[in-house]
């Protein structure tokens, strides 16, 4: 079988399935613990029906300091909207749109908004040196 070049690889082939989400009322100091304890960068905030509302990473904590973070909820620190990538989409557009938004990861949903998969800066970087130094 041939190799595809990375020019010529789409979303879907680099993409991680599943991600970690969280419930729109769930409390930080519980996103904080699935952030650490999961080893994630981020998760999907999600509202009552399953579908993605928003994000919490790493950079969003800073936004609960100074609050009881037993009691603000993920949708008061979380970003909105979901940054989202169609998973047919190429790995170049991908990047271009990480870079343009200064951000180091997409989210894939599905048609109905629901949060299917993640595809990373790293995950690129990694396929690159691994199609390279083979």
């Given at each position: 079988?041939?190799?595809?070049?990375?020019?010529?690889?789409?979303v879907?082939?680099?993409?991680?399935?599943?991600?970690?989400?969280?419930?729109?009322?769930?409390?930080?100091?519980?996103?904080?613990?699935?952030?650490?304890?999961?080893?994630?960068?981020?998760?999907?905030?999600?509202?009552?029906?399953?579908?993605?509302?928003?994000?919490?990473?790493?950079?969003?904590?800073?936004?609960?300091?100074?609050?009881?973070?037993?009691?603000?909820?993920?949708?008061?620190?979380?970003?909105?909207?979901?940054?989202t990538?169609?998973?047919?989409?190429?790995?170049?557009?991908?990047?271009?749109?990480?870079?343009?938004?200064?951000?180091?990861?997409?989210?894939?949903?599905?048609?109905?908004?629901?949060?299917?998969?993640?595809?990373?800066?790293?995950?690129?970087?990694?396929?690159?040196?691994?199609?390279?130094?083979?």
């Amino acid at each position: 079988m041939e190799m595809k070049h990375i020019e010529d690889k789409r979303v879907r082939d680099l993409m991680t399935h599943g991600v970690v989400t969280v419930p729109e009322y769930a409390k930080v100091i519980n996103v904080i613990k699935i952030l650490n304890e999961g080893h994630v960068h981020g998760v999907v905030v999600v509202g009552k029906e399953g579908k993605a509302v928003g994000v919490i990473s790493e950079i969003d904590i800073p936004k609960a300091f100074g609050k009881d973070l037993g009691r603000i909820t993920a949708k008061e620190i979380m970003s909105s909207p979901v940054k989202t990538i169609d998973v047919n989409s190429s790995i170049l557009d991908a990047t271009k749109i990480m870079k343009k938004k200064n951000i180091d990861r997409l989210f894939i949903l599905d048609k109905k908004g629901f949060p299917r998969g993640i595809i990373s800066i790293t995950d690129v970087i990694n396929e690159i040196v691994r199609t390279t130094f083979k």
